[in-house]
């Protein structure tokens, strides 16, 4: 099972919106809306940011967004703030009963 | 509250056999699956595999299959995870993670750091 595809990094300025991309098949991310988002900073453990493609967990900030469109997820930050500087995993369930990863992204604020 | 709190980092020489336990507490152990992920230095997260505590049943990534064995006690609300066969490859932090069927991993433990070396 190979890794989901997403950009190395992504940068924004405070206040914009940047989005980060996920990429994969239809033996996972176009099959099933199984679909995470975990933000990590340096040195702690992955945090879940939206599961089920567009849900987020009480605490989350509604800055943050999920969607879907064929095989390709997306997150979207809006109002970028400083503490959104992390890197960020995507997940997704495969036909196999498994999981994946994706590559990772790195977002900095400008 | 819901935690997960795993046990402490071990170094292992290559060919050697190490095991990580993952201790639950606040929610009912056998509801939720455990999840593990490993994340070797600089680079990204790896799923490995889930249990499921009520049944014992697993699933493992197809790249570990044979090397790892994942079980659990539900007297103690515990979660263990062993992998085999070590090279330095295998050095990483490995995490575990309550999960649901839809791939909801939350929380996560707070990570093993497995060193293996001669």
């Known amino acids: 099972q190979s890794a989901l595809t997403q950009p190395p990094s992504v940068s924004g300025s405070p206040g914009q919106s940047v989005t980060i991309s996920c990429t994969g098949t239809s033996s996972d991310v176009g099959s099933y809306n199984r679909v995470s988002w975990f933000q990590q900073s340096p040195g702690t453990a992955p945090k879940l940011m939206i599961y089920e493609v567009s849900n987020r967990p009480s605490g989350v900030p509604d800055r943050f967004s999920g969607s879907k469109s064929g095989n390709t997820a997306s997150l979207t930050i809006s109002g970028l703030q400083a503490e959104d500087e992390a890197d960020f995993y995507c997940?997704?369930?495969?036909?196999?009963?498994?999981?994946?990863f994706g590559t990772g992204t790195k977002v900095t604020v400008l | 509250q819901v935690q997960l709190v795993q046990s402490g980092a071990e170094v292992r020489e290559p060919g050697a056999s190490v095991k990580v336990s993952c201790k639950a507490s606040?929610?009912?152990?056998?509801?939720?699956?455990i999840n593990w992920v490993r994340q070797a230095p600089g680079q990204g997260l790896e799923w490995m595999g889930w249990i499921n505590p009520n049944s014992g049943g697993t699933n493992y990534a197809q790249k570990f299959q044979g090397r790892v064995t994942m079980t659990r006690d539900t007297s103690i609300s515990t979660a263990y995870m062993e992998l085999s066969r070590l090279t330095s490859d295998d050095t990483a932090v490995y995490f575990c993670a309550r999960g649901t069927s839809t791939g909801r991993f939350d929380p996560w433990g707070q990570g093993t750091l497995v060193t293996v070396s001669s």
């Open positions: 606040g929610y009912t152990f056998t509801v939720y699956y």
């Open positions: 997940s997704s369930y495969t036909r196999t009963g498994t999981y994946v």
